[in-house]
C-alpha cells in the first residue's frame, strides 16, 4: 500500500486540524442561546426544540461509520474537506426564512458533517503526530470547545445587533470558509486507507470497544445536555436570554481552560484513571449542585465545565492508547464516537420531554448525575497493562488458554 506522503509543515498542519475543530460545535451551541426566538418563531415546544441537538448527535454516531468507509475509500484529506462543506452549507442556509422543518434539516447536515470530521481527525492525528497525540487531542478539543463557547456567547449578540436574528445562526459558516482553505494547503495528500491491511477488527465482538463507546457516550450525553437546555435554565431561574447564553459561554470557556491543561498535565502518564476520577468527581459535583443549589449557578457550572472539558479529550485519549497502530486507533476512536453519540443523542430529547412534564430539569440532572456515578466505578477497569488484552475477541482469548 502506498505510503502516506510526509508532513512537510507540521506546525501549519496542526493549525488547520484546530481550525477544523472550531467548526464542530457551533451549529449546536447556537440554538439553545436563541431558543426563545426560535419557539416563538417556529411555535415549538421543548420536546420539538430539543431534536435541534438529539437528531444531530444521533446523526453523528451514525456518521461516524460513514467517516470510516470515506477514509478507506478517499483518505482523510477528502473527508475533511466534505465534512466542513457540509458544515458551512448547513450554516449559511440558516439565513432563509425560519421554520422548523429547515431548521431540523440544517441540524441533521450539520451533524453529518461534524460525524464525518470527528471520526478522520483522531486517528489523523495518531498518524501524523505520533508522539503528541495527547497535546494536540488537547489543543483539537478545545478548538472544540472554544468553538462551542464563541457560538453560545456571539449567537444572542448578533441576533441583537443586526436587523435579522438568524445572523445569530448562520453567521458562523465563516469558520468553515477560513478552515477549507488552510486544510486544503496544509494536509498531505495520503493514499486512501483501502485494502485489507486496512480492514476494522470487529469491534462489535469486543467487550472493551463497547466499554469505551458506553464511557464516551454518557460524558457526551452531560455535554449534549448542557448544550441544549443550560441556557433555558437559567431563563427560567429568572436570568434574560443574553444571561443564559454567556452561561452556557462560561461553561464552555471553562471546557476550554481544562480541555487544554488536563491533556497536558496528564500526557506522561499512560494511565488515565487518576485523571478520569478528577473530572468525573467535578462533573458529579456541578450536576448535584444544580439540583440542590441552583442559584450558586457560577460555581457549579465552572464545574461542571472543567469536568467535562477534561473528559472529553481523555476519554478520546484513552480509546487511541488501546492500539499502537494508528490505523485501528482511528477505527477504534470512530466505533467509540458512533456508538457513543447514538447513546448520547437520548439525552437532550429525554431531558426535554422530562421539563415539559414537570416543569423542570432537576430530575434530568439528578438521572445524568446517576450515569456519572456509575462511570466512576467503571474508571477502575481501564489499567494500561489490559489495554492489549482488552481489545482482543472473547473467542481469541479463549483461543490462547487452551
Known amino acids: ?104 434539516a440544517t441540524a441533521l447536515m450539520a451533524g453529518v458533517g461534524i460525524a464525518l470530521a470527528q471520526a478522520l481527525i483522531p486517528g489523523f492525528i495518531k498518524q501524523h503526530f505520533p508522539h503528541k497525540v495527547s497535546a494536540l487531542m488537547g489543543f483539537y478539543i478545545t478548538a472544540i470547545m472554544g468553538g462551542a463557547s464563541l457560538a453560545a456567547a456571539g449567537a444572542p449578540w448578533l441576533a441583537s445587533h443586526s436587523a435579522h436574528w438568524q445572523n445569530g445562526l448562520a453567521a458562523w459558516a465563516a469558520l468553515a470558509i477560513l478552515a477549507l482553505p488552510c486544510w486544503l494547503l496544509s494536509a498531505p495528500r495520503g493514499a486512501p486507507g483501502g485494502g485489507s491491511a486496512a480492514r476494522a477488527p470487529q469491534f462489535s465482538q469486543i467487550p472493551r470497544a463497547w466499554l469505551l463507546a458506553f464511557y464516551f457516550g454518557i460524558g457526551t450525553a452531560v455535554y449534549a445536555s448542557s448544550l441544549a437546555w443550560l441556557p433555558a435554565l437559567f431563563v427560567q431561574l429568572g436570568w434574560s436570554q443574553q444571561q443564559g447564553g454567556l452561561m452556557l459561554s462560561f461553561m464552555t470557556g471553562m471546557e476550554v481552560v481544562s480541555g487544554l491543561t488536563i491533556p497536558l498535565l496528564s500526557a506522561r502518564s499512560h494511565d488515565m484513571r487518576g485523571w478520569l476520577t478528577l473530572v468525573l468527581l467535578a462533573v458529579l459535583a456541578g450536576l448535584l449542585g444544580m439540583v440542590l443549589a441552583p442559584h450558586g449557578g457560577l460555581l457549579w457550572v465552572a464545574l461542571l465545565g472543567l469536568g467535562v472539558g477534561g473528559l472529553f479529550p481523555l476519554t478520546m485519549i484513552l480509546t487511541l492508547h488501546h492500539y499502537e497502530d494508528a490505523r485501528n486507533a482511528g477505527q477504534l476512536s470512530a466505533f467509540v464516537q458512533g456508538i457513543g453519540y447514538l447513546i448520547a443523542a437520548v439525552a437532550p430529547f429525554a431531558a426535554g420531554w422530562i421539563r415539559d412534564a414537570t416543569s423542570s430539569f432537576n430530575l434530568a440532572w439528578l438521572c445524568l448525575a446517576l450515569l456519572i456515578a456509575g462511570l466512576l466505578v467503571l474508571t477502575r477497569r481501564f489499567a494500561p497493562q489490559g489495554y492489549a488484552e482488552a481489545m482482543q475477541t472473547p473467542a481469541a482469548v479463549a483461543a490462547q488458554t487452551r
Open 1 to 104: 500500500m502506498k505510503q502516506d506522503t510526509p508532513v512537510q509543515r507540521p506546525l501549519w498542519l496542526a493549525l488547520s486540524i484546530i481550525l477544523v475543530g472550531l467548526n464542530l460545535r457551533p451549529t449546536l451551541a447556537a440554538i439553545g442561546p436563541l431558543l426563545d426566538q426560535l419557539r416563538h418563531a417556529t411555535g415549538m415546544s421543548f420536546s420539538d426544540a430539543s431534536l435541534l441537538t438529539t437528531l444531530p448527535v444521533a446523526t453523528m454516531g451514525a456518521g461516524a461509520f460513514l467517516g470510516s468507509w470515506l477514509e478507506r475509500r478517499a483518505g482523510a484529506r477528502q473527508g475533511v474537506v466534505i465534512a466542513l462543506l457540509l458544515i458551512l452549507l448547513s450554516s449559511a442556509l440558516r439565513w432563509l426564512p425560519a421554520s422548523f422543518g429547515a431548521l431540523l
